[in-house]
T-cell receptor, first 112, second 114 residues
Framework: QKEVEQNSGPLSVPEGAIASLNCTYS??????FFWYRQYSGKSPELIMS????GDKEDGRFTAQLNKASQYVSLLIRDSQPSDSATYLC????????????FGSGTRLSIRP | GAVVSQHPSRVICKSGTSVKIECRSL??????MFWYRQFPKQSLMLMAT?????????EQGVEKDKFLINHASLTLSTLTVTSAHPEDSSFYIC??????????FGEGSRLTVL
């Protein structure tokens, strides 16, 4: 089992709709969770960080964390074509020599 | 968010030469930086963890003699690809964790070895 798992996609969502990206992780002691956006040919860009159970909202983005289910998600409201990118889920695990573990990413495509 | 700067953004070199890539944290001190490599359409692959004032910790399968990492100050880490070959052509990205615990990436360096 991978430490951080994401559906590779592609996930196709019509413009204006809600895009839902999901991620599961295996290490129960993980405390910090992040979502990154990576455009093709560019480096990852931090979108959201979340540390406690529940929802965290920032503009059109909402991160959701459920530690009991070891599940973290990212919702993008009013999806725009510029949201088309690969989204990386990342988990900071103190038990893994204090390093961040990345999922393989979900490719999101927003169709006009 | 915090700023991490990487240089050069692109480099083309001949096979057998060495290439140095610099990674700087511009507005915070980073005792630890990370170096990644990414091939086209593939995931980020952690190469090594760079520790200020001590030796880097390399991931399994990464040749420490080929990928030399130096973290001489709290704001600068360098990756030197020694005797580069075409198979080393890739996108190299550094990152650093800010005091709040968030990880920020440099712009990346695209290496092409002819």
């Amino acid at each position: 089992q991978k430490e951080v798992e994401q559906n590779s996609g592609p996930l196709s969502v019509p413009e204006g709709a809600i895009a839902s990206l999901n991620c599961t992780y295996s290490d129960r002691v993980s405390q910090s969770f992040f979502w990154y956006r990576q455009y093709s040919g560019k480096s990852p860009e931090l979108i959201m960080s979340i540390y406690s159970n529940g929802d965290k909202e920032d503009g059109r983005f909402t991160a959701q964390l459920n530690k009991a289910s070891q599940y973290v998600s990212l919702l993008i409201r009013d999806s725009q074509p510029s949201d088309s990118a690969t989204y990386l889920c990342a988990v900071w695990s103190d038990s893994s020599a204090s390093k961040i573990i990345f999922g393989s990413g979900t490719r999101l495509s927003i169709r006009p | 968010g915090a700023v991490v700067s990487q240089h050069p953004s692109r480099v083309i070199c001949k096979s057998g030469t060495s290439v140095k890539i610099e990674c700087r944290s511009l507005d915070f001190q980073a005792t630890t930086m990370f170096w990644y490599r990414q091939f086209p359409k593939q995931s980020l692959m952690l190469m090594a963890t760079s520790n200020e004032g001590s030796k880097a910790t390399y991931e399994q399968g990464v040749e420490k003699d080929k990928f030399l990492i130096n973290h001489a100050s709290l704001t600068l880490s360098t990756l030197t690809v020694t005797s580069a070959h075409p198979e080393d052509s890739s996108f190299y990205i550094c990152s650093a964790r800010d005091p709040l615990g968030e990880l920020f990436f440099g712009e990346g360096s695209r290496l092409t070895v002819l």
